[in-house]
C-alpha cells in the first residue's frame, strides 16, 4: 500500500510534544490531504484530515474503517496492520 502521505510512526522514544510537531509541519504542506499517525504495538491510528480542518478521527478497533476519499481507499484497521504481530498471516495465506 502506498498512500503518499507522510505517517510518522510512534516510537517509545517519540514523545507526544515531538509527534505534535510533525503533525503540525505535516498539515502545513499544501498537497498533503492528510497527516496518519500510526502505533506500532497497538490497533491505534491518528488520522488529521484537511477536509474536516484537521480534526483527528481516533481508531482503535481491528475493525474500525480507514477511509481516504481523495485516493480511493478504505480499509479497516486490522488490514493496514496485515503481517504484524497485531494481524499475523494465517498458515496458507
Known amino acids: 500500500m502506498n498512500l503518499n502521505t507522510p ?8 514523545r507526544r510534544q515531538e509527534i505534535d510537531l510533525k503533525l503540525r509541519r505535516y498539515r502545513e504542506a499544501p498537497d498533503n490531504p ?3 499517525v500510526i502505533e506500532p ?22 475493525d474500525d ?3 481516504m476519499p481523495e485516493f ?10 496485515f503481517g504484524t504481530p497485531l494481524n499475523p498471516p494465517r498458515a496458507g495465506s
Open 7 to 14: 505517517a510518522p510512526p510512534r516510537s517509545p522514544s517519540n
Open 34 to 36: 492528510y497527516a496518519v
Open 72 to 81: 480511493g481507499f478504505s480499509c479497516c484497521v486490522a488490514e493496514l496492520y
Open 65 to 67: 474503517l480507514i477511509e
Open 41 to 62: 504495538r497497538d490497533f491505534r491510528l491518528e488520522i488529521h484530515a484537511r477536509r474536516v480542518e484537521w480534526r483527528p478521527a481516533i481508531l482503535t478497533k481491528a
